[in-house]
């Protein structure tokens, strides 16, 4: 019952909602499981993708989780219904919901100008689109960029001259046309520079802090330990610490998992 | 016995090899599996490398393979002779061999100035290297290029922008330096106008005909029935099938494969 909040992600990328959810919960146990073995999620089919997600939450039962978070923005879009049914006495928590709540919230604003960033998948499912556009009646632009997840995975962050290139090549002809960028997937905080660079000075509307609050609402039972992390990957340690270490700041062991 | 040549990829690259043996092999059945579902290959650990090579040799034994081609650079570098041993009745002929014997070939013309690019898992192998430079006393310069497997698996090929700026990030200093290029995984042939524009004027090294070649010498039964081509994806048929379109110059209609 008072078992830690799972987390999990394609890879690195969930690990700036890891981040906010330690600040806004600082007494719980988080187990964090990046699939980097089978990264990127961006271009796969709900099918394949519903079938990781259910791998990734059975393998979470058995660490006693209390609480799921989808922090993957694919999942979110593709999985997140099904995987609510599947596993009915469980919270789970997405990404896009929250961020299409937060978008609302902030299309108040005169002159809101908003652009909707995500993997193809994410885009294709239309998901983000009919939660904020319908609700608001205000125009959304929406755009995929099918390389910035693998180039967050390859390394080429911040402002990685191929990652400024593909970020102009996929964004610039919006340059004036949209002052908020919402990432519909959590590696993109780590382009932050390079979708400045094709668009200007804009307002970035990240999902992790949004997701962390809805996390931190959900009624939860208190922990019964003191607070602690692990980390899983199915791919190479290695390379997953070497990311960990730019993103959270600090040295991180993953454990390898074989198979789920 | 007679059954079909069984060729897999972590995506769509090994069709470049696929259509080789085609033209080699005219009267043989082939069964491709691209594994889009788990791509790209090229950041994963040697470990989950063989065991995905396993669970996909197993498969194609399902469908009576009396041979099988590892048409990906990196399960070639990092599983082949593991995998050999664990089906030590079985032919299986990888893409590394097969281009490292055509390089010696070629090396023994004036000026060979090679350059062997790949994955960040096959560089990190070093066997190309071994299988060449230990032998021919030639020098060879070696680079891992982590995104254009991903890249291709994202349709960004050709003279695609992005493609052309990533090839001249990773590529631009060795220009002039180097007058030969060997493609050590099977997306690139997709992306060799890119790779030109990075170099100036190369001559490639497709593995793909190499390895046809190899495939050809082995002695093999004769097939039992008509020749008949069969694919299979574990990822989105669609996305498989118009990448497939323009590799292949054909309409050709996947199967899904849910799990292995």
Redesign the interface.
């Known amino acids: 019952m008072g078992g830690p909040i799972c987390i999990f992600d394609s890879g690195v990328g969930g690990l700036t909602v890891l981040q906010k959810i330690r600040r806004e919960m600082p007494d719980e146990s988080l187990v964090y499981f990046g699939d980097?073995?089978?990264a990127?999620y961006g271009?796969?089919?709900a099918?394949?993708l519903i079938?990781h997600g259910r791998e990734i939450i059975n393998f979470f039962l058995k660490h006693d989780a209390k609480m799921i978070i989808m922090a993957c923005g694919t999942s979110s879009s593709t999985s997140y219904d099904t995987l609510c049914a599947e596993f009915p006495s469980l919270p789970i928590v997405d990404t896009i919901r929250p961020a299409a709540e937060e978008t609302l919230r902030q299309a108040q604003a005169d002159n809101f100008r908003p652009l909707f960033i995500a993997t193809q998948a994410t885009i294709n499912s239309g998901l983000f689109s009919r939660l904020f556009s319908d609700e608001s009646g205000t125009e959304l632009h929406a755009r995929a960029c099918?390389?910035f997840a693998?180039?967050v995975?390859?390394?080429?962050i911040g402002g990685h001259?191929?990652a400024v290139?593909?970020a102009k090549?996929y964004l610039a002809d919006l340059r004036g046309k949209v002052n908020t960028v919402i990432l519909g997937c959590t590696h993109y905080p780590l382009l932050k520079l390079a979708i400045t660079q094709a668009l200007g000075e804009i307002t970035f509307i990240d999902p992790a802090e949004a997701t962390a609050r809805a996390a931190a609402a959900k009624n939860l039972p208190p922990p019964t330990a003191p607070p602690k992390i692990s980390y899983y990957t199915?791919?190479?340690p290695e390379?997953f610490s070497s990311l960990a270490r730019i993103i959270l700041n600090e040295n991180i062991a993953p454990k390898?998992l074989?198979?789920l």
Chains 1, 2 share one sequence.
Do not use: Q
Not at 153 to 156: D, K, Q
């Open positions: 980097t073995a089978r990127p271009g796969k089919d099918k394949t079938s099918p390389l693998p180039l995975e390859a390394g080429h001259p191929t290139f593909a090549n199915s791919g190479a390379k390898k074989a198979s």
